[in-house]
């Protein structure tokens, strides 16, 4: 069934209700509090009401979920509630929704989380056009909670070995109902924490097509006030451990064994298996603590390959090594420096590797080898752009940057255009840097060249001996704090800038899609946006026949000695008209041209502006807004007055004194003749 575009219309009932696109299941236990805000935010979706169904499953709550949800169900025919007893669990809930569900598509919202108000409009509409079996929308954390990942572009078909998508298992995404079925997928029931795994896995193992939908926020994971959300609950820890085994021996089931199956397991050793070995594991006496790493030292043997193990953080790492080898003290001491204290900062050692700060480094006493310490390959450069704007012909640059634990000694600016890489140093203080880019000067004392030029920071740490030493060194791309629209953003207006003995030229801000990174478009004006782009004009007659055109822009950076002329162009012609020039701040222009008459015609005009050797013709257009946008602004002659056109552009005088030097020739060569 097609996405319809009216989000207003009214609810119908009876036969003339269509079958609705998705069905909205929401599991509820004792969420009082929180359901006007998660059930509110699907009663306000703009996808039009008759194409959704809401199944709100009590579980039995004992706070009055129950009662709101009946007063809903009063209020919104489109709402349905089911009640049973309390399952321990979502997974029961969730399964009598889909046992109930009708939709084409069905989408699992938990009842403390929230929808945005175009979320399902954009996944069903991801889903029709893809033919999508499932759809992830971007995810964003709330109240504490963060985001199990951050899902940043759109993509029509993603594979679980080569997206981020299997980072996220549980059960809000949109999933297309047939596909639910066919494979008949179900959630286990009665377990309060990792009920979805089964169902998530196999549905991203098997799907045919897996699209993400990213250029919005569509769902947001909020954290509870008092803490009470699943994932934070007191649990058997070895119970669940057991039961992770019995899920991934599903998972190395459909998956043969390498490189794909690790890149799932690293997964699950981040997200199920170590997870347990921080405050619950020290919340537990030493035997506790032992029957914990029993439990889990199986799901190590099985599936923990060297590849995996090197994927892993040093301080997962180091727990999945003490968990394999029976370090138990060890393991306790890693943990330890995780949650109660702090891990050492980290080292930049004479073989210039990395090292992280844990417990017994090279202690010749354990069995702890220097790789499960290293975390060369993990530091990543932290950095900020706070600010860019130009000062005259100059960007200027401001963030904070530096490399976790081992902070940075200098910073530069790195501009890369086609495997050419020019540096800018940077004044570097306490986390903060400032750079100035001048394109008279940026290629390394002498000027930039045209092109779209990317802006990275590179910076580096030295090792104890300085920079004699071994040197760190990490870049990034900037990326503006400020993601709004570049239009209202003055340092994103096109400019004039001077390069020295190259002449000036347009330079232009722009952010790359989708991942914002920072660009510099150099003497290519119009490729990205346009010098001028508000350059709008008007045309004013009098009775007397004397026309005016006037017309206004903003013209960051034109250089004071410019010359600024309207000028009119018809098919073959141009003709240049004398102008008068007005400056006020803000780089706001005024350009004004009167004229008696003109050649008989339709004229197009432009803005023609000249510096040194550089020029350039900017299309004047109408205040008004058509269906198009403004319309290029014309001057309309209906005929006579070529001659006083002329007069004013200062080529009568010229045709007249061609003329009276002909007559003078002609007149000789007749006294000649009579001699």
Same mark, same amino acid.
């Given at each position: 069934m097609p996405v319809p575009e009216d989000p207003a219309a009214e609810v119908p009932t009876g036969s003339r209700a269509p079958a609705p696109t998705v069905s909205v299941i929401v599991p509820v236990h004792n969420t009082?509090?929180?359901?006007d805000r998660s059930l509110g935010s699907v009663f306000a979706q703009t996808l039009d009401r008759r194409h959704i169904e809401v199944i709100a499953v009590d579980d039995g709550s004992t706070d009055g979920s129950a009662e709101w949800l009946a007063e809903q169900a009063r209020r919104h025919p489109h709402l349905t509630v089911l009640s049973q007893e309390a399952?321990? =669990?979502? =997974?029961?809930?969730?399964?009598? $929704?889909?046992?109930?569900?009708? +939709?084409?598509?069905?989408?699992?919202?938990?009842? *403390?989380?929230?929808?945005? #108000?175009? !979320?399902?409009?954009?996944?069903?509409?991801?889903?029709?056009?893809? %033919?999508?079996?499932i759809v992830?929308?971007?995810?964003?954390?709330?109240?504490?909670? !963060?985001?199990?990942v951050d899902l940043r572009t759109t993509s029509e078909r993603v594979s679980v070995f080569d997206s981020p998508v299997y980072w996220s298992l549980a059960a809000y995404k949109l999933f297309r109902r047939s596909f639910v079925e066919r494979h008949r997928l179900r959630f286990v029931e009665g377990r309060l924490l990792a009920e979805d795994l089964p169902f998530g896995i196999t549905a991203l193992l098997r799907a045919d097509v897996v699209s993400v939908f990213a250029?919005?926020?569509?769902?947001?994971?909020? =954290?509870?006030? *008092?803490?009470?959300?699943?994932?934070?609950?007191?649990?058997?820890?070895?119970?669940?451990l057991g039961y992770i085994g019995t899920v991934l021996d599903r998972v190395a089931a459909e998956v043969p064994p390498g490189a794909d199956r690790d890149k799932l397991m690293v997964r699950h050793f981040h997200g199920e298996i170590l997870m347990p070995f921080g405050a619950p594991y020290l919340a537990r006496d030493p035997a506790g603590r032992t029957a914990m790493a029993a439990a889990a030292r199986p799901l190590v043997e099985r599936h923990l390959t060297d590849r995996v193990l090197t994927a892993l953080p040093p301080g997962l790492r180091l727990r999945a090594h003490c968990l394999r080898a029976g370090l138990d003290d060890e393991l306790t001491a890693v943990v330890r420096a995780d949650t109660g204290t702090r891990p050492a900062p980290p080292r930049l050692d004479d073989d210039g590797r990395v090292y992280a700060g844990y417990p017994y480094f090279r *202690?010749?006493? @354990? !069995?702890?080898?220097?790789?499960?310490?290293?975390?060369?390959?993990?530091?990543?450069? @932290?950095?900020r752009l706070l600010r860019q704007h130009w000062v005259g012909g100059v960007l200027h640059l401001r963030g904070t940057a530096t490399l976790p634990g081992l902070g940075g000694d200098t910073v530069e600016i790195l501009l890369r255009r086609d495997g050419t890489t020019h540096r800018v140093p940077a004044r570097y203080e306490d986390?903060?840097? %400032?750079?100035? /880019?001048?394109?008279?000067?940026?290629?390394?004392?002498?000027?930039?060249?045209?092109?779209?030029? +990317?802006?990275?920071i590179a910076v580096a740490a030295y090792g104890p001996g300085g920079a004699a030493g071994p040197v760190l060194r990490r870049e990034a791309w900037l990326v503006p704090e400020d993601d709004g629209e570049e239009e209202s953003d003055p340092g994103f207006v096109p400019r004039i800038v001077g390069r020295g003995p190259a002449g000036p030229a347009v330079a232009a801000l722009f952010r790359s899609r989708?991942? $914002?990174?920072?660009?510099?478009?150099?003497g290519r004006d119009g490729a990205r946006r346009p010098l001028g782009d508000d350059l709008r004009g008007t045309v004013d007659r009098t009775r007397s026949g004397r026309t005016t055109v006037t017309a206004r822009l903003t013209l960051p950076g034109c250089p004071v000695d410019a010359a600024l002329r309207l000028v009119l162009h018809d098919a073959t012609r141009t003709v240049a008209l004398r102008t008068t020039v007005e400056r006020a701040a803000g780089d706001r222009y005024t350009v004004r041209a009167r004229l008696r008459?003109? #050649?008989?015609?339709?004229?197009? /005009?432009?803005?023609?502006?000249?510096?040194?050797?550089?020029? %350039?013709?900017? #299309?004047? @257009?109408?205040?008004?807004?058509?269906?198009?946008?403004?319309? #290029?602004?014309?001057?309309?002659?209906?005929?006579?007055?070529?001659?006083?056109?002329?007069?004013?552009?200062?080529?009568?005088?010229? !045709?007249?004194?061609? %003329?009276?030097? +002909?007559?003078?020739?002609?007149?000789?060569?007749?006294?000649?003749?009579?001699?």
């Open positions: 009082r509090r929180y359901l399952s321990g =669990g979502a =997974g029961k809930p969730r399964n009598a $929704g889909l046992a109930r569900a009708t +939709g084409d598509y069905v989408f699992f919202l938990d009842s *403390d989380d929230r929808l945005d #108000p175009e !979320a399902l409009f954009w996944l069903t509409r991801t889903a029709q056009k893809c %033919r999508s079996d992830y929308g971007r995810i964003a954390g709330a109240d504490g909670r !963060a985001a199990p250029d919005r926020t569509c769902y947001y994971l909020h =954290g509870r006030e *008092d803490n009470s959300n699943a994932s934070r609950q007191d649990t058997d820890w070895c119970e669940y *202690d010749p006493q @354990r !069995a702890l080898p220097d790789a499960c310490y290293d975390l060369t390959d993990r530091v990543v450069l @932290r950095q986390g903060a840097w %400032r750079a100035a /880019v001048d394109p008279a000067t940026a290629a390394d004392g002498g000027p930039l060249a045209d092109g779209v030029w +990317g802006l990275k989708p991942h $914002g990174h920072l660009n510099v478009d150099l008459g003109g #050649p008989p015609g339709t004229w197009r /005009v432009a803005l023609r502006v000249t510096a040194g050797p550089f020029h %350039r013709e900017l #299309p004047v @257009r109408t205040a008004a807004r058509g269906d198009g946008g403004p319309a #290029p602004l014309a001057l309309t002659v209906p005929g006579g007055g070529f001659r006083a056109l002329l007069r004013r552009a200062g080529l009568l005088r010229r !045709a007249g004194l061609l %003329r009276r030097a +002909g007559l003078l020739r002609r007149a000789r060569l007749l006294r000649r003749a009579r001699r």
